[in-house]
């Protein structure tokens, strides 16, 4: 089959080798952390993680490669759940690769995740092993996502990048005075057919945040309400899926953005760096906290937050999320984005708000777990 036929996103995050759901797993009541092998079937060497982080290792083998699920799993599995568990040879690579990058990272660098699939392969099926003397003598092509962090006496301290973000948004009391709102949107992605989809977002502060999208296959719901978030969506294998680590920690920056006055104590300290990002200089302030990713945050000449860059960890490597913002208007005194595009290994989306309408009256409910996804109305491929 064509690659040009199935985006290496397809089913917005093919599962991983030889697997299919249990039986009677993914029902309504699901536990706080649902591991890969309390779900799916056959998944050694990675079943003692957690259904989201699993679903995110397959992203990264299909950056990773160039593949998509098709050319891991098998044609049948485009549209049948249950066809993933069909065994193929590159399943059965791939768990190898699995423990040799393990084996790599816990031998030489303390466990930490130097070593990942994306070292060697790069975007090609085989690992290249005679180097590429046309590289070599061009001029480097640099990637604005991998920025280096040297330490600069002149940089200021990041609590003034994030104040000059305050203020060119509207003013620390403007910004402190949104409690919430609530909007329509236009929804695009992989998991839409690239078709566009009425959405409707809702937002409290600090740190609450629902969307919905209509979609034809089915209705896609992101729920964050504090503490904890879930998925409810028809692309899914399952029909209501917990986040946990890493994948509720990028949930919690996406609602915190909305209100960024608290957006510096996300993370106990910052690193500050410079890029190019759209042909212009931009600052880069990295932040890390102990047990949890990474977050990079871009900011351009106006002040203006253009990127987020965050991350999870998995068994096979980090896995980023790319969240580039556009087209800032005032909404009550503040400026907020009103477009942006999220980009990650195994999808691609956008959203573009339409309607606005700030409140602090947000239904509480908005927030509360949504229910089990229905099964797809049509498949979307």
Aim: charged letters at 25%.
């Amino acid at each position: 089959m064509p690659r040009s036929v199935f985006s290496p996103r397809l089913l917005a995050g093919c599962l991983a080798a030889a697997l299919c759901v249990q039986p009677g797993a993914g029902a309504a009541q699901e536990p706080e952390t649902l591991l890969a092998r309390d779900f799916f079937l056959n998944v050694p060497d990675m079943g003692d993680v957690p259904v989201d982080e699993f679903m995110e290792t397959m992203g990264m083998f299909a950056a990773a490669l160039g593949l998509n699920c098709a050319d891991c799993h098998t044609f049948e599995s485009s549209s049948s759940w249950e066809a993933y568990a069909d065994e193929t040879d590159i399943k059965e690579t791939s768990r190898r690769m699995i423990r040799m990058v393990r084996a790599i990272n816990e031998e030489n660098f303390g466990g930490q995740q130097f070593v990942s699939c994306w070292t060697c392969h790069r975007g090609d099926l085989r690992p290249r092993v005679v180097p590429n003397l046309e590289i070599q003598y061009s001029a480097p092509i640099d990637d604005p996502n991998e920025v280096f962090f040297a330490p600069d006496p002149d940089a200021p301290p990041a609590s003034d990048i994030f104040d000059e973000y305050i203020a060119a948004i509207g003013g620390a009391g403007a910004v402190a005075a949104l409690d919430g709102f609530e909007a329509d949107a236009v929804y695009n992605g992989f998991d839409t057919g690239f078709e566009d989809a009425e959405a409707e977002l809702y937002a409290t502060r600090p740190d609450r945040l629902a969307m919905t999208v209509h979609a034809r296959p089915g209705d896609s719901v992101r729920v964050y309400d504090g503490e904890r978030g879930w998925i409810a969506a028809t692309d899914k294998p399952m029909p209501l899926m917990t986040l946990t680590g890493d994948t509720l920690g990028g949930a919690r920056l996406d609602a915190v953005r909305l209100f960024p006055d608290a957006l510096q104590a996300e993370r106990n300290f910052w690193q500050i760096g410079y890029t190019v990002l759209n042909d212009a200089e931009v600052r880069v302030l990295r932040g890390i906290s102990p047990g949890q990713a990474p977050v990079n945050l871009y900011f351009d000449d106006d002040g203006l937050m253009v990127r987020m860059l965050r991350f999870v960890d998995t068994p096979v490597g980090r896995v980023p999320t790319q969240i580039d913002f556009s087209d800032y208007r005032e909404v009550a005194g503040v400026r907020i984005p009103f477009q942006w595009t999220s980009t990650w290994t195994n999808g691609q989306a956008s959203v573009r708000l339409t309607d606005v309408r700030p409140t602090a009256d947000v239904d509480p409910s908005r927030f509360d777990t949504p229910p089990p996804s229905p099964p797809a109305r049509a498949n979307v491929n």
